[in-house]
């Protein structure tokens, strides 16, 4: 038997359908000619009788990585990334602002240390571009490529260090990624 409503084949017993719960329709009896059930509540009044049907419609259980959360999974572990990142450069800059010792991070000894200011700034995109993906909001698609941009250019700054190009790269194969990501944020 096939719903009328979403066109979902059923099984012959169901009086609902599987897949969006409007009633079945039988091709011999026509839309539920059956009568409902009848229950007596304990507690209502006795000799009060209430219809309620025999079956309720049951929930389809969505199939893993189908909907629209499930999709998103990987998207809000980077927003967390990003967090954490950017309270991390934060930390670093307000640091090295405050003690006037170099607290940011260099990825090798010899490359240039990134500085309070840049360090802070930063982080303070980090933290606006985990927010906005954590929040699903559209405007993140546009934070995380220009936390690609800055970032490229700071590889570029510091000295082309190949730990810091290699990150730049997984950055950019990241920001690719999420822009596939647009239809499941709000504008």
């Known amino acids: 038997m096939f719903c009328i409503n979403c066109g979902a ?3 012959h017993e169901g009086k609902f359908c599987f897949n969006c719960g409007s009633a079945l329709y039988n091709s ?3 839309p539920s000619q059956t009568a409902p059930e009848t229950t ?5 009044p006795a000799g009060h ?3 309620t049907p025999a079956a309720s419609p049951i929930p ?3 199939k893993h990585g189908t909907s629209a959360t499930a999709s998103y999974k990987w998207p809000t572990v980077y927003g967390w990334l990003c967090l954490g990142a950017g309270a991390w450069l934060l930390v670093a800059g307000a640091l090295t602002l405050i003690t006037q010792e ?3 991070p260099a990825p090798v000894p010899r490359a240039k240390p990134m500085g309070w200011l840049p360090a802070v ?3 303070l995109f980090f933290l606006a571009t985990g927010l906005a993906i954590l929040k699903r909001r559209g405007i993140a698609v546009t934070l995380v490529w220009a936390v690609t941009v800055l970032n490229g250019l700071g590889v570029i700054v510091r000295g082309f ?3 810091d190009v290699a990150l730049w790269l997984a950055q950019l194969g990241i920001a690719i990624w999420f822009a596939g990501k647009k239809p499941l944020l709000s504008s």
């Not at 007596?40 to 209502?44: D, I, V």
């Open 28 to 30: 011999t009896q026509g």
């Open 60 to 62: 389809r259980p969505e």
């Open 121 to 123: 700034f930063q982080g």
């Open 9 to 11: 084949k059923n099984e």
């Open 102 to 104: 170099q607290a940011t």
């Open 161 to 163: 260090v190949p730990l």
């Open 40 to 44: 007596t509540k304990s507690h209502l």
């Open 49 to 51: 009788v209430t219809n």
